[in-house]
Nanobody
Framework: VQLQASGGGLVQAGGSLRLSCSAS????????LAWFRQAPGKERSFVAA????????YYADSVKGRFTISRDSAKNTMYLQMNSLKPEDTAVYYC??????????????????WGQGTLVTVSS
């Protein structure tokens, strides 16, 4: 499956952005999807994940209550609504798809399809 991430940009602290991740080549049915991010000089880290069938969601503690992951089955698209953005949220955001069990959903190595990344910059 090929993933296409979009929606990044420059926003002031406290603002909002919505990222999208669409798939081509197959549907997301049966997959677990996730967002990861990588800040300059840091390792890629887990942000949020969603089970396509059933819609169960999981979040990193740093984004709980501010970010919401969702999916639109009809559009075969996943979203990340980011509110109350902070400068420390600045990073390249990547969407990923795979079949990891829940216990492995937080690890980037568990996913075998990745989008190209979209840059989110939060100014103070």
């Amino acid at each position: 499956v090929q993933l296409q991430a979009s929606g990044g940009g420059l926003v002031q602290a406290g603002g909002s952005l919505r990222l999208s991740c669409s798939a081509s080549g197959r549907t997301f049915s049966g997959c677990r999807l996730a967002w990861f991010r990588q800040a300059p000089g840091k390792e890629r880290s887990f942000v949020a994940a969603i089970t396509w069938t059933g819609g169960g969601t999981y979040y990193a503690d740093s984004v709980k209550g501010r970010f919401t992951i969702s999916r639109d089955s009809a559009k075969n698209t996943m979203y990340l609504q980011m509110n109350s953005l902070k400068p420390e949220d600045t990073a390249v955001y990547y969407c990923a798809a795979g079949l990891p069990p829940i216990s492995a959903a937080f690890f980037s190595g568990s996913y075998n399809s990745w989008g190209q990344g979209t840059l989110v910059t939060v100014s103070s």
